[in-house]
């Protein structure tokens, strides 16, 4: 079996969260995973200003896969925000910053139904009503499971980590009914599980600790095939092995987190009308701020 | 078939909160379901305080079914609280208070397992160790759906709230693992459930609007049998015909809600040492403010 990886090569210059903004301005900009370590990253959702209100109820009632960091400072503001973390207000998190343009890669849904996939920037579909959501990113505690000696394994083998739908419903909110988690997945030994946990913990505002473990969580959340992930790459072990194929009796066992794709998944359950944007999966907004500011 | 309520008639005198927690504290008491209306009704759990950071973080990770209201002001505290409610303090939620004795009735767990059930008072197992957490209750709303004409079915029929166990996992959260969603029930017109969304959907720290609704929520859920709860009454129709053998196609269809038995739920699945304790289902402990200051 061939495995190739979609991760390119950045630059060894992209060290802040405002370096990796900056360079995808105006570059093809790889994957963000284990880019400016210690900078937090943010999925983007941007919405029409009439459903802003049932989405904040959203990410209030599943605050697991959808925890609101910020949005919009008022609707059609791209270039500031209001913040809805303690103790940093909107410039602590984001300064000098395009939202259209600043993620790496962008989707774009009309009437819920993806329209562009993986474009550079949204400068043509954004309007003076657009509101944008920024949502916690499982990226930002990968730099202190890596200090704590548990790098995550699609971190070492260079790829994006694989991210799954899943059957477990969201508690609905105004228009947005029918909609389920989306999960990102690291493997680890069982017996790294106690402290995976523990690091994580603490990162209540990008998705925290996991959410399920082990062999039998794949079939607690409905996923069909751990080797055919929605989003990201096929998760591969270091001896080149899709993860997939090992038994329950293998040392490594897949862990389970929330995943700030989840809102573009209710999106695409949902019919709303007109234009919405976000981020490509994998290609998140670099944000000012760093992990150590905002653990609980 | 005959199916009795478990209902006592109430004096007409428990206007308020404190009137019912003040006949409470030395009388037999009925479930609370529709007594003082409009004043918040409150579920207690009360667990020693090693586990108190778990329990914050169960009910951060999981605000629907466990909307954390307050806790006691200190380990060891059953007079006074802290409030976790925005423009609401302590004092503003309750006074005059002794939450070992001011709900109608008590359950206690050793160990994980419940060792006393309704007992009328928690005095003698109560240490200075103990933190007394209020959880937000569906009863709340409930005036709010009366005054928009949708009068709960079971308020019609002075018998208590269905409540059932499901197969929705809890997000974890340290010692918490394992856990399910706890729901309770109130049937409705399918042509009414948009506006019992409505107005139910501002008590966002009392569970807010229904998580599922349909005789599909009932797979979804997997509820096993919608007439036979494990706490509450098994509901019936005005006609005296329980609901769970009513078809598809009839006018009534079950409307599913968070619930806060939830946490005494979660204590049951999860190995905790100790003596916990908490209200029995259905006999909350009832509180000096009122619906309209929590609405969002």
New interface residues.
């Given amino acids: 079996m061939s495995i190739t990886s979609t991760v390119m090569s950045a630059p060894h210059v992209l060290e802040t969260g405002r370096d990796v903004r900056l360079y995808a301005r105006s570059h093809p900009c790889p994957n963000t995973s284990g880019l400016a370590p210690t900078y937090l990253q943010a999925n983007l959702l941007i919405l029409p200003s009439k459903y802003a209100s049932d989405f904040r109820?959203l990410c209030?009632?599943n605050?697991?896969p959808c925890p609101l960091i910020a949005e919009s400072s008022a609707p059609g503001k791209w270039d500031s925000i209001r913040s809805y973390l303690p103790g940093l207000d909107g410039e602590a998190i984001l300064t000098d910053v395009d939202m259209r343009n600043d993620a790496p890669k962008y989707n774009v849904y009309k009437d819920s139904k993806l329209v562009k996939f993986g474009c550079s920037n949204i400068m043509d579909d954004w309007t003076d009503d657009h509101v944008a959501f920024l949502i916690g990113c499982s990226f930002s505690f990968e730099s202190s499971l890596t200090k704590a000696g548990l790098p995550p394994l699609h971190i070492i083998m260079k790829r994006n980590v694989p991210m799954y739908r899943t059957s477990?419903?969201l508690?609905?909110?105004?228009v947005f009914t029918g909609s389920t988690f989306v999960v990102s997945m690291r493997p680890y030994k069982a017996s790294d599980i106690p402290s995976v946990r523990n690091v994580t913990?603490a990162f209540?505002t990008t998705h925290?600790?996991?959410?399920?473990w082990g062999w039998d969580a794949v079939k607690?959340l409905c996923i069909e095939d751990l080797d055919s992930p929605q989003w990201g790459d096929v998760p591969i072990t270091q001896d080149g092995v899709p993860l997939g194929i090992l038994s329950g009796d293998d040392e490594l066992v897949p862990v389970f987190w929330?995943c700030g794709v989840t809102p573009q998944e209710a999106v695409m359950r949902t019919n709303l009308q007109g234009v919405i944007m976000a981020h490509t999966p994998g290609h998140m907004l670099l944000l000012d701020c760093k992990d150590s500011e905002i653990v609980a």
């Fill in positions: 109820l209030a009632r605050p697991v477990i419903p508690c609905p909110a105004g913990r209540s925290g600790e996991p959410i399920a607690v929330g």
